[in-house]
Each structure stands twice: as structure tokens, then as C-alpha cells.
């Protein structure tokens, strides 16, 4: 009986220990598996912020990164461009890449990214110098805008090229669509593939457009860059003048016509009257003059004729048009 009873506390104790063990390895896989989602959602939340992030892909030549109250360094492949820094090149080049979405940097070029209106959803580029080639993907909203010292490209997704010297700036589509805006004129155009446009405000204001069908150019606000050029501002200031010249001219004219509204031409009419009416008119060169001892008189003179009226008494009526000359007596 003992025998028995020794060989079931045995068992059932191994079961217990059977049962612990198993609860542990459960414990532990499930530890397990809370610590993988755990790395796995970290290292996912990084993925996702570098790949909102943009980043220097392809750097050749010199290429620096430069920003406010930071020492300017040497760019190398696999930094990140913050907002508000610049790239600047020299002799060099750089590829800047988001994902599939990449800005080509030429040759002494200067270009930054805007630390107020760049975040993940969208894009600003202050451009102030050199070329540069973007290609975005494509959403349904604009996302990304390149703003020079004269212009500005907003777009929705594309690939285009932006040209900018101390005084002009070119925009050139190869795929996709680009609302163009030209500063000091405020002309915009919506610049498709094959299309240009070109802003030179100290040669011409307004936005000049090119390509095999030419974009409509439309008028709108006047707009103030990111950053003033000495050019910017020379041609801002030359619209202004133009602009006060013409309001000038304006009131002249205004004060010119009311300044005639009393008399027309160079007609001189008078009138000598020892009792009674008398009226005389002259318009254009004509001449008109009534005498009148009493009574009433008028004469007028149209043209560059003369006339002349006479009366002792009663009313006298005389007039000369034309070139020739009518005198008209009446006693």
C-alpha cells in the first residue's frame, strides 16, 4: 500500500514540474515574441523616418554642407540634409535621394532646403545659384516647389530642370506638369513636357515662355522671394517707378481735361455793352466780337473765321465760319 502511494507523489510531483516547465517556455516564447514587435516596430519607425528624410546618395568633387551658427564640412555620401542647410558645390556634384525621389546637384551650384516649410509631406528648395535637376513621384496634392530669386516651381510630381544665374532664372519640364510664377510681374504659367520658362526681370519683366505649343501665361499676384538679389530688387524697384509714372500720368491728363471744360481751343470771345445783353462764343481759332450801343447782341466765330456785328439799336446777329471772314451790320 505504501509502495503505491509513494509511486502516485512521484508522478504527480513530475506532472507539476511537467506543467511548470511548459508555463515557463510559454512565458519565454511570449517574451520572445512582445520583444521582436517591439524591435521590429522601432526599427520600422526608423525606416520610415529616414525615408522621410533626404539624404546625400552620390557625392563627387567638393561639395560642402553649410548652415547658420554651424562650421561649414565637407559633404560625404550617406549624410542627411537637414532643413536648413545648403548645399554648395564647387567643381563637384551631388545626388540628394528620398526613396525613389532624387535632386541632382550640378556645378557651382547653391541650393537650400528650407528649415520652415520643408516637412515630411512637403518640399521647399531655395535655390540661388547653378542647376539643378529634380524628379519626384507624383501626388495628388503639390508637394514640392524649387524657389529662386525670381521665380518659383511648385509641382504635383515630375522631372525638371532649374537654371539660375545672378539675373535670370529657366525652368525646363521633361516630364510632368509645373506652375511657374515670375516675382515682380506675378505672371504664372502651368509649364508641361517640352515647355520652358524664363524670367529676366532687369531685361524685360514678365514671364517668357517657350516650346512646340507655347503655355498660356496668366496674370496674378506679385510676390515677394525668400531672399533678395541685388537684381530682384534693381528690377522690383523699376516696375514700381513705371507703375507711379503711369498713375502720374494719369491725374495729368485728368487735370488737363477739366482745365478745358470752360473753354475749347484757342477761341477768344468778347463783348462791349453800354446797355443790355450781349454773348459772344469763339471756339477753335475763330474769333467772335458784337458792339452794341443798346439792345441785345450775339456773334459767335467758328473755325478760324471771324465775325463781327455792329448795331445802333435792336439785336444783331452776325457770324463767320470757316476760313473766310462775315461781317454782318444792322442799323
Not at 512521484?10 to 524591435?39: F, G, N, Y
Not at 532687369?202 to 501665361?217: I, K, W, Y
Not at 523699376?238 to 475749347?264: I, L, P, T, V
Request: aromatic share 4%; charged share 15%; hydrophobic share 30%.
Amino acid at each position: 500500500m505504501s509502495l503505491y502511494s509513494g509511486s502516485e507523489t512521484t508522478s504527480t510531483s513530475s506532472r507539476a514540474m511537467d506543467i511548470e516547465s511548459s508555463s515557463k517556455r510559454r512565458r519565454m516564447r511570449l517574451t520572445l515574441v512582445v520583444l521582436l514587435a517591439l524591435c521590429f516596430g522601432f526599427i520600422l519607425q526608423i525606416s520610415q523616418a529616414f525615408a522621410a528624410q533626404w539624404v546625400l546618395s552620390r557625392v563627387s568633387g567638393k561639395v560642402y554642407l553649410v548652415a547658420a551658427d554651424v562650421e561649414a564640412m565637407r559633404a560625404k555620401r550617406g549624410m542627411v540634409l537637414n532643413p536648413g542647410f545648403t548645399i554648395v558645390t564647387h567643381s563637384g556634384r551631388a545626388l540628394v535621394s528620398r526613396g525613389e525621389e532624387t535632386i541632382s546637384v550640378g556645378p557651382n551650384t547653391s541650393v537650400a532646403l528650407s528649415k520652415y516649410r520643408s516637412n515630411e509631406s512637403k518640399t521647399t528648395l531655395l535655390q540661388r545659384a547653378g542647376t539643378v535637376v529634380v524628379d519626384v513621384a507624383k501626388r495628388s496634392r503639390p508637394h514640392f516647389t524649387v524657389e529662386t530669386p525670381f521665380m518659383a516651381a511648385v509641382v504635383k510630381g515630375t522631372k525638371f530642370e532649374v537654371k539660375v544665374t545672378p539675373k535670370t532664372a529657366r525652368v525646363d519640364v521633361e516630364r510632368g506638369l509645373v506652375q511657374v510664377s515670375d516675382f515682380v510681374s506675378g505672371d504664372y504659367a502651368d509649364v508641361g513636357p517640352g515647355q520652358s520658362a524664363y524670367s529676366a526681370p532687369e531685361e524685360a519683366p514678365g514671364l517668357r515662355v517657350a516650346g512646340a505649343v507655347q503655355p498660356t501665361v496668366q496674370q496674378g499676384a506679385k510676390q515677394k522671394p525668400s531672399f533678395e538679389t541685388p537684381a530682384y530688387a534693381k528690377a522690383a524697384a523699376k516696375a514700381a517707378s513705371k507703375s507711379a509714372s503711369r498713375n502720374g500720368n494719369s491725374s495729368a491728363n485728368a487735370g488737363r481735361e477739366n482745365s478745358n471744360a470752360g473753354g475749347n481751343g484757342k477761341g477768344n470771345g468778347s463783348s462791349n455793352s453800354g446797355r443790355g445783353n450781349s454773348n459772344a462764343g469763339g471756339n477753335g481759332n475763330g474769333n467772335g466780337n458784337s458792339n452794341s450801343g443798346s439792345g441785345n447782341s450775339n456773334a459767335g466765330g467758328n473755325g478760324n473765321g471771324n465775325g463781327n456785328s455792329n448795331s445802333g439799336g435792336g439785336n444783331s446777329n452776325a457770324g463767320g465760319n470757316g476760313n473766310g471772314n462775315g461781317r454782318g451790320n444792322s442799323n
